[in-house]
Each structure stands twice: as structure tokens, then as C-alpha cells.
């Protein structure tokens, strides 16, 4: 977790200084990376809220994406995972939209991605996503992983 935080920090001090504010979309990752940006002092100052969309039903619910929206569109890919970052950044009238959407193990998904595999996307003056392979089966190591890379992922794009 120290390592998630120092990422944190260093998005923080971005956001703080520019006044401006994220919110957060994430799925295999269960609050991980909304915890690590929440961990850091003085976070009600850039943090805006988030969400853990697990389930199509949360999909719907919390993100207000309809299934006909999902068309040609399935979760664990890029496209989906813009499309989150999107509609968080819209809901919560932010900066920055942060999302990742995975299958952390210690199976695949329905989708044939094998355990280790997610997608980023970052939604700000222009929309960003990368997908990340682990290559291994470990639930909690994925789930440290995709939390890192959407973390850095992130402080990329803050930074520019």
C-alpha cells in the first residue's frame, strides 16, 4: 500500500496546485485506488468520490450506462474503459476520470482475458487508455498491480 500512497502523493501535489479534482470508476481493483488517493492528508481538497463497478448492475446503477449503451462494447477492454472514465468524470463534474476494469484472478473472465489482465483509461482534456498484462494468477498481487498502473497511468497524464 506505501507504494500506492506514493503515487498518490505525488498526483495529489498535481491536483492540489491546479485546483483541480478526480473522481474514480474501478472494478477488479474493489476501492484500492480510490483508498490510496483517499490515504493521503488533505485529499477532500481534489477527491471527488467514486465508485466499484463490479457487476452490470452496478454498471447501470451507479454509472447510469444502460445495457443498450453497451452495444458492440464489452467490459475489459479499452473502449469500456474510457467510457467509464467518461461518464465518472461527467457524474461527478471533474477534472480528471479515472477507471480500470480487469479479470485480477485467479481465473479469466467470460471474455477470454486470462487472469492479470485490465485496462486504464483516463479521462481529462483528452481520453487515454492502456491495457496491462501480468501474466500471473494472484487475485491480491493483480489487484496491487492494477492499482499501480492506474495510479501511474494517471500521474502521466496529470503531469502533462
Known amino acids: 500500500m506505501q507504494e500506492l500512497i506514493g503515487i498518490a502523493e505525488q ?7 491546479r485546483k483541480q479534482t478526480i473522481a474514480v470508476a474501478e472494478s477488479s ?10 490515504a493521503v492528508p488533505g485529499a477532500s481538497a481534489y477527491f471527488l468520490g467514486s465508485a466499484v463497478v463490479y457487476t452490470r448492475e452496478a454498471r447501470r446503477i451507479l454509472m447510469d450506462i444502460p445495457d443498450a449503451e453497451m452495444k ?12 467509464l472514465a467518461s461518464q465518472i468524470r461527467q457524474r461527478f463534474s471533474s477534472d480528471w476520470g479515472l477507471s480500470e476494469t480487469g479479470a485480477t484472478g485467479p481465473t479469466g473472465n467470460r471474455y ?26 494472484d487475485r491480491v498481487a493483480n489487484m496491487h498491480a492494477f492499482a499501480s ?12
Open 112 to 137: 477470454g482475458d486470462a487472469a492479470g489482465h485490465t485496462c486504464i483509461g483516463v479521462a481529462g482534456a483528452q481520453s487515454t487508455a492502456i491495457t496491462l498484462e501480468t501474466g500471473k494468477a
Open 11 to 17: 498526483i495529489a501535489g498535481k491536483l492540489i496546485a
Open 149 to 160: 498502473a492506474a495510479l501511474k497511468e494517471l500521474l502521466q497524464q496529470v503531469s502533462c
Open 72 to 83: 458492440g462494447i464489452r467490459s475489459a477492454s479499452e473502449t469500456y474503459a474510457k467510457l
Open 29 to 38: 481493483t474493489g476501492g484500492l485506488i480510490s483508498a490510496s488517493l483517499l
